[in-house]
T-cell receptor
Framework: GAVVSQHPSRVICKSGTSVKIECRSL??????MFWYRQFPKQSLMLMAT?????????EQGVEKDKFLINHASLTLSTLTVTSAHPEDSSFYIC?????????????FGPGTRLTVL | QKEVEQNSGPLSVPEGAIASLNCTYS??????FFWYRQYSGKSPELIMS????GDKEDGRFTAQLNKASQYVSLLIRDSQPSDSATYLC???????????FGTGTRLQVTL
């Protein structure tokens, strides 16, 4: 299998606070993890690519100081939304590429729905 | 021109019919192609991957790739109401390992 978990599944926070989202590959080692954001009725937008032990690569327009990504091990990556504002409310989804797996194949976590009041 | 294009739909097909979903991409050098299914409020689920020209079948699903026409499609045979979802086409473009997603086609299978 290729199971990816995310925690929490849903979070509501006040404006100005920070929120950390965890992404774990449960039964495989992930060479690369990806973080996406999806607004209602829109497609997935890649925010950043995260490799274990190195700095994340952010997509154009994504503020690296606001969306902090840490990829501490081959099975865990975290996304911290700092000083969250209502416009950051969205569905955040991580995915992982399995070491030795089919080329370029990404397995998605269940997503985290963030609501900023 | 968008890198990966899909008709947003909705595509409505009766139960038992064949649903045909299409996707075009702009990067002629693309090598890896994927179809994901996404139910409302859920994350995408991998259905098929295809890397070479031709057809690839897996159960009721068939992916078709034509690199010359820069076109990839997904056929769903014997469509079921549970197939009603948004289908996302994803393509690896460029040298990085990241995927570019289309906006998705919403499929409705009617009774």
């Amino acid at each position: 299998g290729a199971v990816v978990s995310q925690h929490p599944s849903r979070v509501i926070c006040k404006s100005g606070t920070s929120v950390k989202i965890e992404c774990r590959s449960l039964d495989f080692q992930a060479t690369t993890m990806f973080w996406y954001r999806q607004f209602p009725k829109q497609s997935l937008m890649l925010m950043a690519t995260s490799n274990e032990g190195s700095k994340a690569t952010y997509e154009q327009g994504v503020e690296k100081d606001k969306f902090l990504i840490n990829h501490a091990s081959l099975t865990l990556s975290t996304l911290t939304v700092t000083s969250a504002h209502p416009e950051d409310s969205s569905f955040y989804i991580c995915s992982a590429h399995r070491r030795g797996g089919p080329p370029d194949t990404q397995y998605f976590g269940p997503g985290t729905r963030l609501t900023v009041l | 021109q968008k890198e990966v294009e899909q008709n947003s739909g909705p595509l409505s097909v009766p139960e038992g019919a064949i649903a045909s979903l299409n996707c075009t991409y702009s990067d002629r050098g693309s090598q890896s192609f994927f179809w994901y299914r996404q139910y409302s409020g859920k994350s995408p689920e991998l259905i098929m991957s295809i890397y070479s020209n031709g057809d690839k079948e897996d159960g009721r699903f068939t992916a078709q790739l034509n690199k010359a026409s820069q076109y990839v499609s997904l056929l769903i045979r014997d469509s079921q109401p549970s197939d009603s979802a948004t289908y996302l086409c994803a393509v690896r473009t460029g040298t990085a390992s990241k995927l570019t997603f289309g906006t998705g086609t919403r499929l409705q299978v009617t009774l």
